[in-house]
């Protein structure tokens, strides 16, 4: 490590072990003392993915030994442990229990990082955006019943069940193949049942939207041609006493953010950007954001009228 490198702290090492952030990313950022690692080997007895385990310790260890960083009896134990050496990698299809460490809570959210889109699918991963939404809910004018739209692994409604300003939430997604996993992650979590339902909702067909006092989503404006429909849905939430409607947008397209904000203005909606946020501009974020995430918009969405 640099002289102009900063060194990470303790809080966020195990933040980034949990979340499962490539170790190439942040390991050469790791100084820990003795008594910490003796504490990691710890936490890593209770770790699912042993794979991970075995090539953090890998480079850690070799960045200590090559730096002369002292590495304590119980790592070195940890690592030529049968369990640990023997450790192979989970198939990019696999499940792993990913926890997100969002506003001093941990979620922990069943998901196939490694995958796009899979099984017709692209609710199996949690997106940038999902994450940039959980933790931007403290800061939100919010409350009462709130719907999700477009789910997917459920962080961004997990998330809402932990605020005191909210009675239920409404998990919503096209696909119910999701609602198994989703299910899942609500019980990992330790979501009451009484706080919550889950239903299908089809963008652009259900005419009869439930009521609800707000309406959140988070990576739903990425494909151009559900945005009409998309948006429609949007109109209908807020014509049924909806508040105000928060999205979370990844920039990833230009083209993509102005037709949605066209689309919007052509169905009477206003709309304020609350916040943009750099993942690029932040040291070491909590929750990891990959290097070529781009900016994030969150949009505050309401009936002209307001």
């Known amino acids: 490590m640099s002289d102009n490198e900063q060194g990470m702290t303790f809080p966020t090492v195990l933040a980034y072990i949990n979340q499962r952030v490539p170790i190439f990313q942040y390991a050469h ?3 820990i003392s003795p008594s910490q690692q003796d504490e990691l080997v710890n936490h890593f007895n209770q770790f699912s993915n042993k794979y991970y385990v075995q090539h953090f310790l ?12 002292e590495v ?3 790592l070195y134990e940890l690592y030529c442990s049968p369990e640990i050496l023997n450790a192979r990698a989970l198939k990019p299809t696999d499940f792993d229990n990913i926890v997100y460490h969002i506003n001093q809570r941990d979620i ?4 196939s990082p490694s995958i796009i889109s899979g099984q017709g699918t692209t609710g199996l991963r949690t997106w940038e955006a999902a994450s940039f939404l959980a933790k931007m809910v403290p800061c939100l004018e919010i409350g009462g019943t709130v719907c999700e739209l477009g789910t997917g692994t459920g962080l961004v ?10 009675r239920k939430v409404l998990f919503t997604d096209g696909d119910t193949n999701l609602f198994d996993n989703l299910v899942r992650n609500q019980e990992l979590n330790q979501v009451s049942r009484e706080a919550h339902s889950i239903s299908q909702l089809l963008w652009g067909n259900d005419h009869h939207v439930p009521e609800t006092d707000y309406l959140v989503a988070a990576d739903v404006t990425y494909d151009r041609s559900i945005l009409e429909e998309l948006v429609c849905t949007i ?13 979370a947008a990844t920039v990833r397209n230009i083209d993509t953010v102005n ?4 689309r919007m ?8 950007t609350i916040e943009t946020f750099d993942p690029q501009a932040e040291s070491f974020p909590v929750p990891w954001y990959r290097p070529t995430t781009p900016y994030m918009n969150l949009y505050s969405i309401y009936m002209g009228s307001i």
């Open 259 to 262: 037709e949605f904000e066209e």
């Open 265 to 272: 203005q052509n169905h009477g909606l206003k709309w304020d």
């Open 58 to 69: 890998k480079s850690l260890i070799t960045i200590y030994e090559r730096t002369n960083i």
């Open 29 to 31: 950022r790791v100084r």
């Open 108 to 111: 922990i959210i069943g998901e």
């Open 235 to 247: 109109s209908r939430f807020l014509a049924n006493g909806c508040k105000k409607c928060y999205i």
């Open 72 to 74: 304590s009896e119980s």
């Open 157 to 166: 409604g997990i998330s809402l069940t932990g605020d005191s300003r909210i």
